[in-house]
């Protein structure tokens, strides 16, 4: 018992070795949150198994002619039994729903990162151009999105001291934010079993001044942003032949003020938020969703035919299109 409440100790201590440090308010909140659920398993654990230990020993039969009293029940008891576990779960539920929708709500105005996982490697590509691998940059009080998928097999991103964690899936993009609060760096870890280096699969966080984060996006500067590589794209592979992007359309729609809509109608009647993974799709599977207005089975499919960085530049061009 002494060790579990000294480990409890450890959990509760603010930057205790217990727990990796808190990056974020939503990690205090997290630990808060999490210390919360284990005092309350710990004291209904003592409760109970104590209860038990103690009426053992207490109701034991002492003599050959004890009787048994006959009980059928006790309403009140039972109505405390159920009712206060009920409060505190619910509590708990609110709690962990609230805490939940904080994190799950994307930033508006984000600092935008897109992450790549493969095996067994991190790839961050931020939108001036500049791709790095294993060593993330982000500036601190910022809020940060990352755009994330997978060049391979299912990965998982996690890092530890913002307590953020979300798979990284092939095929589509999924999404994390946070806001670091602390200087510093932290560890980021794969958290799905991806093959042999798995474990071997780490990146380095670094949380630096607004003037540090610009002057480390700078250095070895490519020169091309990644929405003028979809520009280039956009030629390229040729898109332009069928879409413009000044709002005239052509065989397809103008790209231009497409992103972000909220309600974009297909000719199905459906309406779409456009975001990263419908224009993925559009791109992909143009007959998945068809715009309203314009003809099925016109746009060829693009499957196998860009890679995942071509298709993040396209991406980031038609969201430059405003
Ligand atoms: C042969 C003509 C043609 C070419 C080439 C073409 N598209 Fe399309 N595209 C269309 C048509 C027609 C539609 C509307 C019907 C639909 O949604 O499939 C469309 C729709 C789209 C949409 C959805 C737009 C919206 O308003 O929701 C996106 C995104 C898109 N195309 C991207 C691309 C990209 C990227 C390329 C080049 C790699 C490309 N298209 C090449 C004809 C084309
Ligand atoms: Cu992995």
Same mark, same amino acid.
């Given at each position: 018992m002494k060790w579990m409440l000294f480990l409890l100790e450890r959990a509760m201590a603010e930057g205790g070795a217990f727990m990796p440090p808190q990056g974020t308010k939503i990690a205090e909140e997290?630990?808060?949150l999490y210390a919360f659920l284990l005092w309350a398993s710990l004291i209904g654990s003592m409760i109970l198994i104590g209860g038990m230990i103690f009426f053992v020993v207490k109701y034991k039969r002492k003599t050959d002619h004890d009787k048994t009293p006959y009980i059928s029940h006790n309403t009140f008891l039972e109505f405390i039994w159920s009712f206060i576990p009920l409060v505190i779960f619910l509590g708990v539920f609110v709690w962990g729903w609230h805490l939940y929708h904080e994190m799950r709500t994307m930033p508006e105005n984000a600092l935008e990162v897109n992450v790549f996982g493969r095996q067994w490697s991190w790839e961050f590509a931020y939108k001036s151009g500049k791709t790095s691998g294993k060593e993330f940059y982000v500036p601190v009080n910022t809020p940060v999105k990352l755009i994330m998928t997978s060049k391979d097999v299912l990965h998982s991103f996690y890092i530890p001291s913002m307590r953020?964690? %979300?798979d990284v899936v092939p095929g589509m993009y +999924? +999404? &994390?934010s946070f806001n670091a609060e602390k200087l510093g760096d932290y560890?980021?870890?794969?958290?799905e079993y991806c093959g042999t280096t798995h474990s071997g699969m780490l990146g380095q966080m670094h949380v630096v001044s607004q003037a540090d984060f610009e002057k480390w996006l700078q250095e070895n500067e490519e020169g091309m942003t990644l929405a003028e590589k979809g520009q280039k794209y956009f030629t390229d592979k040729g898109c332009v032949a069928c879409h413009s992007v000044d709002g005239t359309p052509k065989v397809g729609p103008s790209w231009k003020g497409v992103f972000g809509l909220k309600e974009h109608e297909m000719d199905d009647g459906q309406k779409v938020s456009v975001d990263e993974n419908y224009v993925r799709e559009s791109i992909l599977n143009p007959n998945a969703k068809v715009v309203k207005g314009y003809p099925k089975g016109v746009m060829p499919t693009f %499957?196998?035919?860009l890679s995942e960085d071509q298709l993040n530049a &396209?991406?980031?061009f038609i969201k430059s299109l405003k």
């Open positions: 997290y630990d808060n953020i964690k %979300q +999924t +999404t &994390l560890q980021i870890f794969c958290a %499957q196998g035919q &396209l991406i980031e």
